[in-house]
């Protein structure tokens, strides 16, 4: 029951945010009295950290699944990016989380900061390999990639039905694994 709870609440977070989805909204959809929810979740705030963290929890999973599927660091690289740029949260649910909500803002600050060192991680490897160019500063190239991820999520959500969403961050990555000159001289 505890996982309809959270499905359900998901869905209505999505829908109208962290602070206006109500509980009787989903008992009601659930079927079931705002007691017997309070049974499973003692508050709305439970359920939200509830909601988040399970969200966090399958998100990491899924990047290391992502990077383990994969063979060389480029691929995983790549499919990390992606990974990345799909699996963001919105501005404004963002935004909600900042202002209202403190130990789920340093749950996902945390995250963050994993698959930033993932990242990292895939970029030094393409380094000691060779195959990243030796001048360029690890940390500036990670945060021009961490920066180009959410250049490409502020552009899908300020125009979702743009066909160019979607190939965004394809022509993101092209950028930064083959670069952008075509050297004629």
Excluded: C
């Excluded at 079931?32 to 950290?49: A, D, M, V």
């Excluded at 403190?102 to 698959?115: C, M, R, T, V, Y």
């Excluded at 000691?128 to 552009?155: A, C, H, M, V, Y």
């Excluded at 066909?163 to 001289?185: A, V």
Aim: charged letters at 30%.
């Amino acid at each position: 029951m505890q996982a309809r709870i959270k499905q359900i609440a998901r869905r209505e977070i999505k829908r109208f945010g962290l602070r206006r989805f109500t509980m009787d909204d989903v008992a009601a959809q659930l079927g079931i009295s705002k007691k017997t929810l309070y049974k499973f979740f003692l508050s709305k705030g439970e359920l939200i950290h509830a909601v988040l963290s399970d969200d966090l929890q399958k998100d990491k999973e899924m990047l290391l699944e992502a990077i383990a599927n994969e063979g060389n660091w480029f691929d995983q690289l790549s499919a990390t990016l992606s990974f990345a740029a799909q699996n963001q949260i919105s501005n404004d649910l963002w935004d909600e989380i900042r202002m209202y909500f403190p130990e789920e803002e340093k749950e996902i600050n945390e995250f963050l900061a994993f698959q930033k060192e993932q990242i990292g991680l895939l970029l030094e490897e393409g380094l000691s390999k060779g195959e990243i160019e030796p001048w360029f500063d690890l940390d500036n190239l990670l945060t021009i990639i961490i920066g180009l991820i959410r250049i490409s999520k502020l552009q899908m959500e300020a125009d979702p039905e743009s066909s160019e969403s979607p190939n965004l961050m394809e022509d993101i990555k092209k950028l930064i694994f083959f670069g952008l000159i075509k050297r004629t001289w």
